[in-house]
């Protein structure tokens, strides 16, 4: 039996649009619209009339904790013209969380933009760090007194490199420079509402907020130990998994680090060229692995280094999503409890792992993949929308309860 500490923060997450359903003055709206992307994301779980119920269903999972993201394009449907409907919205949603005991995390920007931001050029435009300060200071002015924990910008290079050089996400572009001029604004955005959202908390006296992004992480693991992988092993973990935090931490710009991790990169270089340094994977199944439903490799361990790597930056560190889209939910519990134990492996070797969060708590819109995987800890019928709670809900919310999980050595 392992044992974590009794101030663990476990829950679940979530995105606006991903479950809220009919965000019609976003960017990723417009592209539906337009035929892109497996299916249109529609009602979504109808989460924007439904979180009642769902907080109620985090709460009887044993929850304490609950990550969601606020949709700009709901706050700010045209340049500069707020939304007070959409935000006193938002204050019910956090209310509703807290009376309910969920401590909320409030991701600010999750992959999608108002239609008027991205037709200005979304963030390759210079400008999309005044626009996005300018809606910070809105959001924390109408939720700050009710939230603690703030993430500005889930997954920015995961955003960057699939609508900037694979295009298959809005706005469809493929080139590298676009990308790293949108990673620049997305990292200078970020430090920006660091520092406004710590000022803003000062000014009003209220106690310091935590502030970080979602850093997505990937495990890069050599499928034969060559020169040529372990160079592509190098380059890749610092240039996806540290250059950006790297630049954050020396901004001084983190209070905690968010880790969003899934899965393994099986790295095979074939030849010396930058491409395929950068992004050859084996293809023949080398060292082959459980899968998720989407075959991603399911690989615990490159959590537990990525953890032990992190210490580095003597942050708290929060698991901000950790999850596997199948249909088997007996290898959904395995998933969990698997990762569950590498982190408190990392966390026994002195790595500072504050919370976990599960992704997600619904089965909800797997953006270009549409709805087809399902990561929830609660099933939704897309026809009805009800909910029902899988079986690794339950086990989850045993440990939750308890903060104890069976490792089989008692
Ligand atoms: O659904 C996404 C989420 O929006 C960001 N992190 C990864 C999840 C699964 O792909």
Redesign the pocket.
Known sequence: MIEFPKDFLWGAAT?AY?VEGENSNSDWWEWEKRGRGKEPSGQACRHYELYKEDFDLAKSLNHNTHRLSVEWSRIEPQEGVFSDKELAHYQQVLTALRERNLKPLVTLH??TNPVWFSRIGGWENKRSIDYFLRYTKRVVEALGNQVEYWMTI??PL?YAYHAYILGVWPPEKKSVFAARRVSRNLARSHIASYRLIHRFYKDKGYPAPKVSIAK?MQAFVACQDTLRNRLAVGLRDRGFNFDFLNCLARNRSLDYIGV?Y?SRNLVEALNWGVRSLCVDTCQKNHRPLKKNSLGWDIYPEGLYQLLVKLKRYNLPIIVS?NGICTEDDELRWEYISSHLLAIHRAMQEGSQVKGYLY??LLDNY??DKGFTPR?GLVEVDYNSFTRRTRESARKFAQVCKSARLDNGIH
């Open positions: 995105s991903q999750h992959f889930n997954e995961v997505n969003n899934y999503e992704w997600s797997e953006w990561f």
